[in-house]
């Protein structure tokens, strides 16, 4: 079973500064991670995504996230806010399946929403 | 460009008068899903079709109904619905395959309303 954390349901950031939203995950096999970005009254925009490999990821619009298996995170940061950023950000585990199938559920975290003053 | 595509954007149904919320896809993947997003809420799977194989969520109600009748098209039928059925709908897809790893796609969502 899997289920995801985010700390802090409103981040609010200067426009220019650094945002980081935090996203703690748990897992009982190695995790796929995802963080997705919705704009109001708008679905699911994937903003990056970590299955294997590097474990700095970098995603759309200049943001990255860094697995830290020993931590179980996946904070999700951007050197500089834009107003346009303002939106709210999905964090979301999957399993990964061995030798099974390619594909699985998806478990949200419950949303952190972002506001970025001038 | 390829994309998930769902109709209506905004449906507005009154209480116990049957709805259908519509998806469709470009991107010729197999698997197809329906999530619910209450308001402030995080997305919440209600069931998913490995390409005709119907895969329900447990504490999916029965009030909740899919047909997938091609590879592009997948419904939503809601078939009495209450005011606690109220959210955003959520459709996706993506591809699976052996030894990949999918990632999934979202349609913009049809907001129902229920009177």
């Known amino acids: 079973a899997q289920s995801v954390t985010q700390l802090g349901s409103h981040v609010s950031v200067s426009e220019g500064a650094l945002v980081l939203l935090r996203c703690n995950y748990s897992s009982s096999v190695p995790p796929y991670l995802f963080w997705y970005v919705q704009y109001p009254n708008q679905g699911l925009q994937l903003l990056l995504k970590?299955?294997?490999?590097?474990?700095l990821v970098k995603g759309i619009n200049g943001f990255e996230a860094e697995f830290k298996k020993s931590e179980t995170s996946f904070h999700l940061t951007k050197p500089s806010a834009h107003m346009s950023d303002a939106a709210e950000y999905f964090c979301a585990v999957r399993g990964s399946n061995a030798g099974g199938t390619s594909y699985g559920k998806l478990t949200f975290g419950q949303g952190t929403i972002l506001t970025v003053h001038p | 460009d390829a994309m998930v595509i769902q109709n209506p954007r905004y449906q507005v149904t009154q209480f116990g008068k049957p709805v259908t919320l519509s998806c469709s896809q470009t991107?010729?993947?197999?698997?197809m899903y329906w999530y619910q997003q209450k308001s402030s809420q995080a997305p919440k799977l209600l069931f998913h079709?490995?390409?005709?194989?119907?895969?329900n969520e447990a504490d999916t109600p029965d009030n909740f109904q899919s047909r997938r009748p091609n590879t592009s098209f997948c419904f939503l039928d809601i078939r009495s619905p209450g005011l606690g059925d109220a959210a955003m709908y959520l459709c996706?897809?993506?591809?699976?395959?052996?030894?990949?790893?999918?990632?999934?796609?979202f349609g913009p969502g049809t907001r129902l309303t229920v009177l």
């Open positions: 079709y490995y390409d005709k194989d119907f895969n």
């Open positions: 991107l010729n993947h197999n698997v």
């Open positions: 970590y299955t294997t490999g590097a474990t």
């Open positions: 996706a897809t993506s591809r699976a395959r052996a030894g990949g790893t999918d990632t999934q796609y």
